[in-house]
């Protein structure tokens, strides 16, 4: 028998012993375990070996190791990221010198620029002729800027602009008046010290004109100060040429917005002090609280760098009995300084057919921070007495310059040091329902029944004086 007969029939061959092929299943798993441990491999490559500890059970030392090499790893990262930092910061500092040489060549030389590149600009000031007020407002009138003054009549509005424009004039600089009231005075503003024949005058037809000279007369650069006396009088031309009673709302309020916007820049960048005086109107169907607003808008009142309001406190009497009245007591508030600090208070004299007092402000000013002293009716300095009485001894201090000045010096000092508050020096009214300060911010009779006439007006009764004083 044949070896293939013992072996009976043939059931099994080669082909029977392989595997069979795989499935899309089993191909897909055996995939994702390839992606799996090429990840794996690609992190173990990125964090390094550690050392023989990292088949081991998790240590101290290995946790250790592992920080060290996160910490490592975010250190690189953040190299990176503070490079690409650095680069667009270089980036944008080339785009901003890019612009900068743009708007330069287009609208002029300085027109960007950085601050710290120019010297610091230190604000000048102008005298306003009384020590105390030039003091609450930081050193006087800033130049550049634009000033309003404002108050009731017969309160040294227009005594205060003299004196301003004769410190300029005696300091060397040019003066301009805008005599929109068409009442100036060149006796009285000779007498302030107003030096009137180098002082340029304009007396307007119309408000357009007024403002058109004042906007001009800054573009110029060679005037230092101008005033307008009065806002209340520039009056449009519309006003002017149509007929009296005609309704013009808002004419002027839109006039001045117009011209400030123009002013106000130019007068910056020319170093020219714009100082507006203002007059006082009621508003109808007050009540409670001020009634009084200030004529031609609401513009002035935000373009203004400086809002002075001034009133009269009380009448100065002349020596004797029945003495008449030689001057008034001026009481300064200011309302609003961008140069200083605001809600300052100053008094000082102004005395009819001389205008401010400025040897007689430094005397009271004196005597209120201690560099003067008085002991009864004598007043001494330095424990020398000087003389007998207020009136004998300011006239002695008067006649010797180099003590007046001084006395000037050292009360100024003391006044701008911080050591006395310039709002000290006001003395307080007497108490009273008249004759006393009110809500109106009235301190005399008259003026006090004034505003109760003009409430009354509104529906509220003369008879009901204590529920409005």
């Known amino acids: 028998m044949s070896l293939g007969a013992l072996r009976g029939p043939s059931c099994f061959s080669y082909s029977s012993c392989r595997a069979p092929p795989p499935s899309a299943h089993s191909m897909k798993a055996l995939s994702t375990m390839y992606r799996l441990r090429q990840s794996l491999c690609s992190t173990s490559s990125l964090m390094g070996p550690v050392s023989s500890l990292e088949g081991q059970a998790s240590t101290p030392a290995r946790s250790m190791a592992l920080r060290a090499r996160a910490k490592e790893a975010k250190e690189a990262k953040e190299g990176v990221a503070g490079t690409q930092n650095d680069a667009s910061a270089a980036q944008k500092a080339k785009a901003l010198e890019s612009v900068m040489k743009d708007v330069n060549s287009r609208f002029g030389k300085g027109s960007l620029m950085k601050m710290g590149s120019q010297p610091d600009k230190v604000v000048d000031y102008i005298s306003c002729g009384a020590l105390t007020l030039d003091v609450a407002l930081g050193g006087g009138f800033p130049k550049g800027r634009i000033v309003e003054v404002f108050g009731p009549e017969s309160s040294g ?23 929109a009231e068409h009442a100036f005075d060149p006796v009285y503003s000779k007498r302030a010290g107003v030096d009137i024949d180098n002082m340029f005058m ?3 037809d119309s408000g357009e004109m007024a403002l058109e000279v004042v906007d001009q007369l800054v573009r110029s650069s060679a005037v230092d100060i101008i005033v307008v006396d009065s806002v209340a009088a520039l009056v449009p031309r519309a006003e002017i040429e149509g007929e009296i009673g005609a309704v013009q709302v808002g004419a002027q309020a839109r006039l001045m917005s117009h011209a400030l916007r123009k002013i106000t820049a130019n007068a910056s960048k020319c170093n020219c002090t714009v100082l507006f005086l203002n007059q006082l109107r009621y508003k109808v169907g007050v009540i409670y609280g001020n009634p009084e607003i200030t004529s031609g808008g609401n513009a002035l009142k935000f373009y203004a760098s400086v809002r002075l309001e001034v009133r009269r406190k009380t009448t100065i009497k002349g020596p004797g009995t029945n003495a008449e009245d030689i001057g008034i007591r001026v009481k300064a508030k200011v309302l609003k300084n961008k140069c200083a600090a605001p809600y300052k208070m100053a008094e000082f004299d102004i005395m009819f057919g001389s205008g401010i007092s400025s040897e007689g402000c430094i005397f009271d000013a004196a005597e209120a921070v201690g560099i003067l002293s008085r002991k009864g009716s004598w007043y001494s300095y330095m424990d020398k007495n000087l003389a007998q009485g207020r009136e004998k001894t300011l006239a002695f201090v008067m006649e010797d310059k180099d003590l007046l000045k001084e006395i000037e010096n050292k009360t100024r000092a003391a006044l701008s040091s911080g050591t006395v508050d310039i709002n000290d020096l006001i003395k307080e009214p007497s108490e009273g329902p008249l004759g006393s300060e009110d809500e109106f911010g009235y301190t005399d009779d008259d003026d006090m029944e004034a505003s109760l006439t003009a409430v009354a007006g509104t529906g509220v009764p003369l008879a009901n004086k204590e529920a409005i004083a």
């Open 202 to 204: 304009c007396q307007p």
């Open 157 to 179: 509005k227009t005594t205060l602009a003299m004196n301003a424009i004769a410190a300029v004039q005696r300091d060397g600089g040019t003066a301009a008046l805008i005599d």
